[in-house]
């Protein structure tokens, strides 16, 4: 069975500080796994994927995030915080037993303080 | 380029009354998803979709019903509507296992 667990629902940084975001899966099998981030009142967009290569995968936004098996981690991170980044973000793994959906985490909460 | 639309963006039952939430994509994507958005739980899957004319229960599908008729259109009913299911409706739609396009949601609530 696959899960995430996201640590913190709630993120304050400063703007130009380091974001950090932590998620921890659990899978039986190689993971593929996913940030989302939601804007206000709108769906979800797809900030970057890891499925198989690179661990360090880079997205959007100047957003990357890392796989480490060891750790069974998948932390999201941006080294300077804009304005612009405040919103939900979500971490997700796919199920590759056969629905082939999301499992998703709670979600953090970024407020960034000018 | 529309990508997912959902209809209506916005809608308020009272308990008991029945509706139909209307998932369109336009982006010839195989599998489609219904999920539900609850504070501090995240998204949860409702019913998804592997192909026109087939579907299959999700994690909370209790109180739903869909159908794909057509490859492009995913719909989500409530036959008999619960406080319960005050949510927020999200549509996504795939190939495979590639990531999921999601509509902007539909906001639900019963009274």
């Known amino acids: 069975a696959q899960s995430v667990t996201q640590l913190g629902s709630h993120v304050s940084v400063s703007e130009g500080a380091l974001v950090l975001l932590r998620c921890n899966y659990s899978?039986?099998?190689?993971?593929?796994l996913f940030w989302y981030v939601q804007y206000p009142n709108q769906g979800l967009q797809l900030l970057l994927k890891?499925?198989?290569?690179?661990?360090l995968v880079k997205g959007i936004n100047g957003f990357e995030a890392e796989f480490k098996k060891s750790e069974t981690s998948f932390h999201l991170t941006k080294p300077s915080a804009h304005m612009s980044d405040a919103a939900e973000y979500f971490c997700?793994?796919?199920?590759?037993?056969?629905?082939?959906?999301?499992?998703f985490g709670t979600g953090t909460r970024l407020t960034v303080i000018p | 380029n529309a990508g997912v639309t959902q209809t209506p963006k916005f809608r308020v039952l009272k308990t008991g009354q029945s509706m139909t939430l209307l998932c369109a994509q336009d982006?010839?994507?195989?599998?489609m998803y219904w999920y539900r958005q609850d504070p501090g739980m995240g998204l949860r899957l409702i019913h998804y979709?592997?192909?026109?004319?087939?579907?299959a229960k999700g994690e909370v599908p209790d109180g739903y019903n869909v159908s794909r008729l057509k490859k492009q259109n995913f719909l989500l009913g409530l036959e008999s509507a619960a406080p319960s299911q005050t949510s927020v409706y999200f549509c996504?739609?795939?190939?495979?296992?590639?990531?999921?396009?999601f509509g902007d949601g539909t906001r639900l609530s019963i009274l």
């Open positions: 890891y499925t198989t290569g690179a661990t």
């Open positions: 982006m010839n994507h195989e599998y």
């Open positions: 996504a739609s795939s190939f495979g296992n590639q990531p999921q396009h």
């Open positions: 899978s039986s099998v190689p993971p593929y």
């Open positions: 997700a793994v796919f199920d590759q037993t056969g629905a082939n959906n999301l499992f």
């Open positions: 979709s592997v192909g026109e004319g087939t579907t």
